[in-house]
């Protein structure tokens, strides 16, 4: 059975924050504020694979209010919940993500990007594709407030 699922994520930027997006640093002035490393690509990623799974979302599994994930890495959250893809025989076919963004340019860590998610997820990176997307400076993201992702998985249950 082949299921897809639609994960979204935003994030305020903020001073003396690190930027993180796709488990890589980006070399910016602000970072994404949150509980966790506010990676709003990983984030749109993980919600996009526990709904095509039927989990829930990001926050059932990984709630702000538990301090064990506080700065948690969210390439270690992609670690978990591929293993509870896994467990229920599922595999993943593709990942399409699309990080909105006025600044800064996505272009030259994509790849940097593709390798890491495709390390934490154990896929190839040709199961991954990334573009980073501009508002035109309408909205939030326009405003360089901060940065959203949106992101498209499908997964594929073994035969059993």
Do not use: W
């Not at 538990?66 to 670690?79: E, P, R």
């Not at 790849?111 to 190839?124: N, P």
């Not at 199961?127 to 992702?149: P, V």
Request: one cysteine or more; charged letters at 25%; a negative charge.
């Amino acid at each position: 059975m082949v299921k897809t699922g639609i994960g979204f994520d935003a994030h305020r930027l903020v001073e003396d924050r690190k930027l993180i997006l796709g488990g890589v640093k980006i070399d910016y002035e602000r970072g994404l504020l949150g509980h966790s490393d506010a990676d709003v690509v990983c984030h749109a990623i993980a919600d996009a694979l526990l709904g095509a799974a039927g989990l829930g979302d990001i926050g059932m599994m990984f709630p702000d209010t538990n301090a064990a994930n506080k700065d948690i890495s969210s390439l270690k959250i992609l670690s978990a919940i591929r293993t509870q893809i896994e467990a229920r025989f599922y595999y993943i076919i593709n990942i399409d993500i699309s990080i909105i963004a006025e600044e800064p340019k996505i272009g030259p860590y994509i790849e940097r990007m593709k390798k890491a998610i495709s390390e934490s997820l154990s896929i190839s990176t040709d199961a991954i594709n990334l573009k980073g997307k501009t508002t035109e400076t309408l909205g939030f993201t326009g405003r360089k407030e901060g940065i959203a992702a949106l992101a498209v998985a499908t997964i594929e249950q073994h035969e059993l």
